[in-house]
């Protein structure tokens, strides 16, 4: 991990800072390094803000996944009102001013000038120092690594298109490109750079990335810090979502024969998400969380810390207290947000959403109904069915690693006693709705609300990843049968079978039917399209698939889906416009503080 010492080195930096005489500070438009860093280990804690950037609220930290991402993406509902933000995310109708996309704008813009800071400083050090260039070489490739990853998310996010084969739309709006620290006001009144610019920056740092880490392997107490292959990772990523088949078939292969990474076995992949099996055999480049680094309130501590707190508000619900019925919950966070049923149906789950509550006939009368005693259950007969569909893999076995059913999982909700799940409060008495919880990135076996922390690391990349983007680059690039394979091999996975062996589950052809080609409700765009759903089903609700629905211009048909996104008061109709829904708004804080920028179609203030 990077080392704790530096940040708290970088944290007494800024604390001396504040303390300076302000006439005793230098030129204050630009960045001083007389003093400061001296030493390759000065300079490790200049790179610490970029890596410690990515839990800013806009990020990792809180927002950025479960009330940006989570509700374009349809993969929740809510039992919470929202706020306009959030409810704009869960309509794909966002305005100017709404504060999800102006905080992601803002935190990876701060993260690209600390990589920039970082690889000032490092230049300067060279000169000084040049005996430690091996380990300043090492400093520069993860500030690369970085600074390429900070652009591909605002470029996919807020940029006008994604580029298409051969740069046929290259000039369409991208985002402002900074490679260096603006030392004027001037220097900060950027335009909009082409799209084939930001792109073309993006695999530059990659490669730049990849070339200067070659070889290195990090020791156990840095396993955090991006490598060789996370850049190029990457790489392979934006030349797929470039449509660079060719290079990425070549950048992707690399990754695959030669990083030494395999994919988890799904014993281990079913935990993956919850806190067990940090930096395993399928991680590229892992966000690291410590959860025993906080003194406060996750990302709201005052004290330097490394947490996240976004299992706050996935946070299942258990039967924790009364009579342990539907309506007698206890949630294990805030739990505003559990999975939509839609995609229940889309893993190819194949019960009606239909039970009864019964009478428990192990009720004992003579004590106070709970959690352990309840006096009413759900049909045993329906019970057995949903476990003969694990048991059976009936529908996609990773619906079970990203979802626990109400009545049928347990989780250990006070980091002792176990309970059912419960539904949520919203659907606790009907029996028209599943009511799953999310699962992962979730809270499981402890209550958030007293810990205050997540426990789990991100993966910003892993292997699966690179595996179905491998499997894309062949298919669109003429090599079906290697593409299927790819396909295969992950889907494989997922139902526990060895992932070279062909098998009965897998896809004959592209356009072979998938589990969401369900009888309940067939998909009719994800439902015959194993690459799509592929997608969907493997990297569900880690945020990719935004970025997929926007390249592949599918947003109407998921709109159509999922129908509607629903909060407390009523639910949100899911609309999409193509002139304006494939892009976020360029935040008005930009608008107002850069003479050059200019707004994204659709978007009007």
Known sequence: MIKKKYIAALALII??????????VGQKNAYAIADYPQTVNDLQTVLVSCYANLRDQGLYGFHFLPKALSNSMHTVN???????????????????????????????????????????????????????QPTINLILGQAYCLRGWYYMQLECLYGQDYMKAGGVNGTEMGVPIYTSIPNSLAGTQIP??????????????????????????????????????????????????????ADAQTTLLD???????????????????????????????????????????????????SSTINGLIWSPNTFGGGDGTEGSVLSMGYGNEFFHDQSVIRFGFPLSSVYNLVANPKYNASQTASYKNPKLIQDPAYTQA?????????????????????WVDSVQFDGVNFAKVAKPSIYAFQTNHYGFSVRKYSPIDYNENTINSDKWDYYLLRLADVYLLY??????????????????????????????????IDYASTTAATPANNSLDPDPVLGHNPLYY??????????????????????????????SALNTTQPLTTTFVDSKSYTWPIPLSELNTNSKAVQNPGYTH
């Open 386 to 406: 949903s476990l003969n569909v694990r048991t059976n893999q009936t529908a996609d076995p990773r619906l079970f690693v990203n979802a626990l059913q109400p």
């Open 192 to 245: 909009r750079s082409p799209v084939k610019d930001v792109w073309a920056l993006i695999e530059s740092d990659e490669k730049q990335a990849a070339t200067l880490l070659k070889g290195q392997v990090w020791g156990s107490a840095d396993l955090a810090r991006a490598t060789e292959w996370s850049a190029k990772g990457l790489l392979g990523k934006a030349y797929v979502y470039t449509e660079d088949w």
């Open 15 to 24: 604390l001396a800072g504040c303390k300076k005489d302000p006439t005793n």
């Open 255 to 305: 990754v695959i024969q030669n990083s030494g990474k395999s994919l988890m076995p799904y014993t281990t992949y079913f935990n993956a998400f919850n806190g067990s099996n940090k930096f395993n055999s399928e991680s590229l480049l892992e966000l690291y969380v410590d959860q025993n680094s906080m003194g406060g309130y996750g990302i709201y501590s005052s004290a330097a810390n």
């Open 534 to 563: 592929e997608r969907w089903a493997e990297l569900f609700n880690e945020g990719s698939w935004w970025f997929d629905v926007c390249r592949w211009k599918i947003g109407d048909s998921e709109a159509a889906y999922y129908g």
């Open 471 to 504: 499997a894309e680059a062949n298919i669109q690039g003429g090599n079906t049968a290697v593409g299927l394979e790819y396909l295969n091999k992950v889907k494989r996975r997922a139902y526990g079978l060895p992932i070279n062996t062909p098998s009965a």
């Open 78 to 132: 809510s039992e919470y009102n929202g706020d306009p933000g959030w409810n704009e995310m869960a309509a794909n109708n966002l305005t100017v001013g709404n504060e999800y996309a102006s905080e992601t704008w803002a935190a990876c813009f701060t993260g690209i000038k600390n990589c920039n800071v970082t690889i000032f400083a490092a230049a300067a050090l060279m000169k000084t120092d040049p005996a430690d």
